[in-house]
């Protein structure tokens, strides 16, 4: 199928947002301006509306879908590195992902890197995840979802929480992960022209933002998902573009959850950039894969 023109002008966007950002001298703060206008790729999702709260002192933003199923919600990580990006970024496709959903998405405003490295990202993730559960929630109400960084975040909270021996969310939703911090996949340097979002050199920086402790083995299995025991994870959706440079990371991690018997299914976008979700509402293809990420927490969520 021949990709759409969209699509196209989805990533000639990427790509003029991320030339913006990588002006030499930039101040951090003006790059994460820069990087938030990504939001801009999404249009408004309709019957969507959105109120900011404090969830167990993380800053987050309710997307509530008209008709959304009271009982159940998912929790939705950003893209960025751990850097850059927010809540505000994430708004509009997190919308259309609630929206397909049926069910209202809490978009969270985890702490970033360099300011505050790993495991501040994760901390945040389970403490919104314990207020939704102070608020009623049951887990396998609840659905864990993101991308590029947010959709580690997605897979790696309800690891933390089966080595805590408690109950995870019922359903998980990855994005264009990143899943092995060591940078080595063939994707990472094959696809340097395709992704209009990512370079190994962005992503370096980002590696030395987040992971701070000197020392650190990047094989490590809580940081390098690809590693980690994945017995126990509820069923998970991978997504992924083919122009990715962590093309591979998503591949890896889909084949691992065959391997550790994890109810799974993944769906590489032919030609599809990274973070793809931002071209919701815009690009038909991405339309189609929300809607299967949709149909896929309308399936396991409850169970």
């Known amino acids: 199928m021949a990709v759409s023109q969209q699509a196209h002008e989805f990533a000639e966007f990427l790509e003029s947002v991320s030339a913006k950002a990588s002006t030499p001298g930039l101040d951090l703060a003006v790059v994460r301006d820069i990087v938030d206008s990504n939001h801009k790729a999404s249009t408004e999702p309709e019957g969507v509306s959105y109120a900011e709260v404090d969830a167990g002192g993380v800053p987050a933003l309710w997307a509530i879908p008209e008709g959304a199923d009271p009982d ?14 927010s809540m505000h970024s994430d708004r509009k496709a997190a919308g259309h992902i609630a929206k397909g959903a049926g069910v209202r998405s809490l978009v969270v405003d985890f702490r970033l890197a360099p300011e505050h490295p790993y495991p501040a990202q994760l901390d945040d993730a389970e403490a919104a995840y314990r207020w ?23 897979v790696m909270l309800p690891l933390r929480l089966l080595a805590k021996g408690e109950a995870t969310p019922g359903a998980i939703v990855s994005v264009s992960p990143w899943t092995d911090l060591t940078i080595q996949n063939p994707s990472v340097d094959a696809n340097e ?14 590696r030395a933002a987040w992971l701070q402790e000197s020392g650190v083995d990047f094989t490590d299995p809580r940081i390098s998902l690809v590693h980690a025991d994945l017995t126990g994870l509820p069923p998970t959706i991978v997504h992924y573009g083919a122009y990715e440079t962590l093309a591979d990371d998503g591949a890896q991690l889909a084949q691992r959850l065959a391997d550790f018997k994890v109810t799974s299914e993944v769906h590489a976008m032919p030609e599809g950039q990274h973070s793809l979700i931002l071209g919701a509402g815009r690009v038909p293809e991405v339309d189609r894969a929300i809607q299967q990420m949709g149909q896929w927490l309308r399936r396991h969520l409850g169970n």
């Open 72 to 85: 159940k919600a998912l929790l939705h990580f950003h893209f960025g590195g751990s850097v850059t990006a």
């Open 193 to 206: 022209h395709n992704d209009k979002m990512l370079s190994r050199a962005t992503l370096e920086l980002f």
């Open 132 to 154: 939704l559960l102070s608020q009623g929630y049951e887990p396998r109400n609840i659905g864990s979802t993101g991308h590029s960084i947010g959709g580690t975040l997605a």
